[in-house]
Every structure is written in C-alpha cells, then in structure tokens.
C-alpha cells in the first residue's frame, strides 16, 4: 500500500510537471468553434454537426450524453483529431489545428490527447506495460523512463500484479483499465472517452470508472466522456448533449 502510493506520487509529480509549470487548472484546453460535419451516404449529404462551440477547462469532467446517431462519437474523433471537420476549428491547448497538415495533427496528438475507446483497442502482441510504454518512445521518451512511468501508471489502476500479461489474458475492467493508463501516459491536456464502460457489467463500470475520473482530476486535463449511463454523468461536472447538430448543457 505504501509502495503504491509512493508509485502514485511519482507519477503525479511527473505528470503534473507540464502543467504545474504552465498552471493549465482552469484554462480552456479543448475548445471547438463552428464545427460542422457532414456524411455523404449515397445520393444525399447528411449534417452530423452543423454549428457545435465547445469550451472545456482543465480539470473539468463533462458528461457526453444522448440518443445513438445523434453524433457523439463524430464530435469526440473530431475534437481528438483522429477525423477533420468540414469547416470550423479544433483549438488544444491554444493551439489551432485546422491548418496543419497530418503530420503534425500526429505530433499534437500523440503530445497532447488522449483516448479511451470502447473496445479497449489494446495491442495484442504486447503485455500491459508495454502498452503504455508505446505512445510515450513514440512521444520521445527513453525506454527506460517510459517503463518506470508505464509500472506506476498501472500500479495506480490497481494492475501492479498484471503488468506482463497481453490483453488476451486480462479481463474486460483490466482492459480499459490497461487502456487508461495509455491513454494518460503522456500526461494528456485532453481527455477524451468514447463509452470506455458501455461494454462493461455495471459494478466493473463503476470501478472503471472510478479510477478514470481519479486520473483524470489528479492530470488536470480537460476529458470529455460519452456515456449512457445516466448514473454517471450526474457525478461529473457538466453534462452535453448534441441537438441539431450543436452542443447543448444538459
Ligand atoms: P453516436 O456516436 O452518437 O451514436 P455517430 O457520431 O457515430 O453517433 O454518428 C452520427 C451519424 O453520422 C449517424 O447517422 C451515422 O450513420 C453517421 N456517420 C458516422 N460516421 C459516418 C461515416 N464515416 N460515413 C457516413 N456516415 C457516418
Ligand atoms: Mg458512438
């Protein structure tokens, strides 16, 4: 217990260094401007979104919430610059994005966002820690500084016994919970999660989701979350929904 929370504090302080040394808590760090999506499915071009604005703080927990196809997972790709809108502008950080080619969309990406998916997306060929070890020697850490972080990442979501293991071997709540710690790993300023507990029975949510929101308060990054599960978006601090196409407070 007291090597955990040693293993804790560790990686706060070093998560946090960035944005301590920035004071982010309380800046907008994900913000959306007139963003606009439309599908073309067949003969007929369909409007996902068609004038969304968004301002998310840091430390700020939001709840993404409403009916399936009413383009919750179009708006999380977008503001995770995994897709383009069709007009308007993406702002991380206070970085705009709409002009920048793929290759740096990339680089902020990898910097800057992280993302928990439904299905945890894992690599199979490789054990937990090397799963979080991955995007942070993508992000240029030494190996041997990403494998320090990546047995504390996991020791904070309580996998300190699981760290070899593939996710072959894990079960679901292990999984995501592998999958958060990826997704922190580089100290995120946004946090984005596309119904991370939607494929999870109920008590394995609520642990999921526990160590996802205590993650995410101690990184102070901006998150984003879907979910359908009413329970959990009254514990979180705001709650959205998209309605004709734009965001609105629940
Ligand atoms: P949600 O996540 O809220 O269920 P989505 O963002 O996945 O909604 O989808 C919103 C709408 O956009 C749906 O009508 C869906 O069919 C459409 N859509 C999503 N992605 C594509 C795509 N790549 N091509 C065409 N239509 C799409
Ligand atoms: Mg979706």
Redesign the pocket.
């Given at each position: 217990d007291c090597l955990l929370s040693r293993g804790l504090g560790d990686v706060y302080k070093r998560q946090m260094n960035r944005a301590q040394t920035a004071d982010e808590t309380g800046k907008v760090l994900l913000e959306l401007r007139g963003v606009k999506r439309d599908?073309n499915?067949g003969e007929t071009i369909?409007s996902?979104l068609s004038d969304a604005h968004l301002q998310i703080r840091g430390g700020e927990l939001t709840a993404l919430v409403?009916p399936?196809?009413?383009?919750?997972?179009?708006l999380l790709n977008i503001a995770g610059l995994l897709e383009r809108p069709t007009d308007g502008e993406v702002i991380i950080a206070g970085h705009p994005t709409s002009a920048l080619g793929n290759r740096r969309r990339g680089k902020l990406r990898g910097s800057h966002i992280g993302f928990v998916f439904q299905f945890h997306r894992l690599l199979p060929e490789f054990s937990a820690v090397e799963n979080v070890m991955v995007p942070q020697m993508l992000n240029g850490l030494a190996r041997d500084e990403a494998e320090d972080r990546a047995e504390a990442l996991l020791a904070m979501v309580g996998l300190q016994d699981r760290q070899s293991h593939r996710p072959g071997r894990l079960s679901g709540g292990e999984q995501q919970r592998v999958a958060i710690a990826r997704a922190v790993a580089n100290a995120p300023r946004v946090l984005l999660a596309d119904e991370p507990t939607g494929n999870l029975d109920p008590e394995t949510a609520d642990d999921v989701f526990s160590h996802l929101r205590a993650i995410i308060r101690g990184t102070g990054a901006a998150a984003l979350i879907v979910t359908h599960n009413e329970k959990l978006a009254q514990t979180m601090d705001r709650c959205l929904a998209i309605e004709d196409g734009q965001i609105v407070e629940r």
């Open positions: 599908y499915q369909i996902v409403g399936s196809g009413s383009g919750k997972s179009t």
